[in-house]
């Protein structure tokens, strides 16, 4: 499953990470057709595992692309709720289509465990007892 968190957005090194909003305008090939020009010069069997893994992930049907999708979406909610903490007001749809896109239950508790929690409370270590 990590390789599958490394590796779905690599195709952003070609590509970049197109904003929602620029999706209506611009059209992007898909995540696999980057990945194939990406290890065409790889020996067969990198580019197979890595191929694979990237066409794993964008599949979204095994148990470990769910997770590694909500691991993705979890970031982004973490960087909502960072952004909001600095004083960033405009995020709430953010954060909402974030916490929409989560399947699992434990990506729902880490969703709420970050949007109850101080984002940078763990910069500051716990009193000594």
């Known amino acids: 499953m990590s390789m599958l968190c490394v590796l779905h957005d690599t195709q952003e090194t070609r590509i970049t990470d197109i904003p929602h909003i620029a999706k209506r305008y611009l059209t992007a090939v ?3 057709t980057v990945t194939a ?3 065409a010069t ?3 069997a990198v580019a197979d595992v890595i191929t694979a893994a ?3 992930y964008e ?3 095994t148990p470990e692309a ?3 999708r909500d691991a993705d979406k979890l970031e982004c909610l973490v960087q909502a709720v960072e952004h909001r903490h600095q004083g960033i007001d405009n995020v709430q749809r ?3 289509s974030s916490r929409a896109a ?3 239950a434990s990506a729902h508790r880490l969703a709420d465990a970050a949007l109850s929690g101080q984002p940078l409370a763990w910069l500051t270590p716990p009193p000594p007892e």
């Open 94 to 96: 953010w954060i909402d």
């Open 54 to 56: 990237v066409a794993e």
């Open 37 to 39: 020009d990406q290890v």
């Open 59 to 61: 599949a979204g049907e």
């Open 102 to 104: 989560l399947k699992t």
């Open 42 to 44: 790889c020996p067969p």
């Open 30 to 32: 898909p995540n696999t």
């Open 66 to 68: 769910v997770v590694a």
